[in-house]
């Protein structure tokens, strides 16, 4: 199993990037998939988590509206389209296997790619 | 809910060391703990899934457990080695909600 994320950046208050995250190993299709993100010096805070299909998506209040995620199952890849970014969502951004939606539990991790929101 | 774990804990090498996660609301058995380990760099494995189940290649030093009676869940590490030295966070779920704990950085000297 191998999660790829990139995309990161420096970006001005107000903008947009968006983050991918590449998985290889694995039936990309039978698996949740999530955002976690770590702010400098701070600790681990979950973003969003999509289903294996797609069609079931969850985000954190702290994104609710502002942050899209979606997954390309062709491409074995899963996005993270963030607008509207924040000074405070500076962090690094993990990708992480949901082993199961229910019991809620994260196997696999990316190294992570780290998003700077600035002027 | 939130989960609070102490800041940190510190121990010499070869003894034991629990770390303490906290549910404030809602039973801690009412949905599944997990820890993930965080070695200096960034990189993150998962040490502890399903309250007290290892996942292959994680050392049987590494334990969990909860306990109802505190409504907390515990991370369990014996013979510690100074490659334990990491930060650890517990995380568990409920209705699609992802939680994780503060994180506690273990020192081992």
């Known amino acids: 199993v191998q999660l790829v994320e990139s995309g990161g950046g420096l970006v001005q208050p107000g903008g947009s990037l968006r983050l991918s995250c590449s998985t290889s190993?694995?039936?990309?299709?039978?698996?949740?998939m999530a955002w976690v993100r770590q702010a400098p010096g701070k600790g681990l805070e979950w973003v969003s988590t999509i289903s294996g299909s797609g069609s079931s998506k969850y985000y954190a209040d702290s994104v609710k509206g502002r942050f899209t995620t979606s997954r390309d199952l062709s491409k074995n890849t899963l996005f993270l389209q963030m607008n509207t970014l924040r000074a405070e969502d500076t962090a690094q951004y993990y990708c992480?296997?949901?082993?199961?939606?229910?019991?809620?539990?994260?196997?696999?991790w990316g190294q992570g790619t780290q998003v700077t929101v600035s002027s | 809910f939130t989960l609070t774990q102490p800041h940190s804990v510190s121990e010499s090498p070869g003894m034991t060391v629990t770390i303490s996660c906290t549910r404030s609301?809602?039973?801690?058995?009412?949905?599944?703990v997990q820890w993930y380990q965080q070695r200096p760099g960034g990189s993150l494995i998962t040490v502890i899934f399903?309250?007290?189940?290892?996942p292959p290649g994680v050392p049987d030093r590494f334990s969990g457990s909860i306990d109802s009676a505190s409504n907390s869940a515990s991370l369990i590490i014996s013979g510690l080695k100074t490659e334990d030295d990491a930060d650890y966070f517990c995380q568990s779920s409920d209705n699609f909600l992802w939680v994780f704990g503060g994180g506690t950085k273990l020192t081992v000297l």
């Open positions: 190993g694995f039936m990309f299709s039978s698996y949740g």
């Open positions: 399903e309250d007290d189940q290892r």
């Open positions: 609301s809602g039973s801690i058995a009412s949905n599944y």
């Open positions: 992480a296997r949901v082993v199961h939606m229910i019991k809620g539990n994260f196997d696999f």
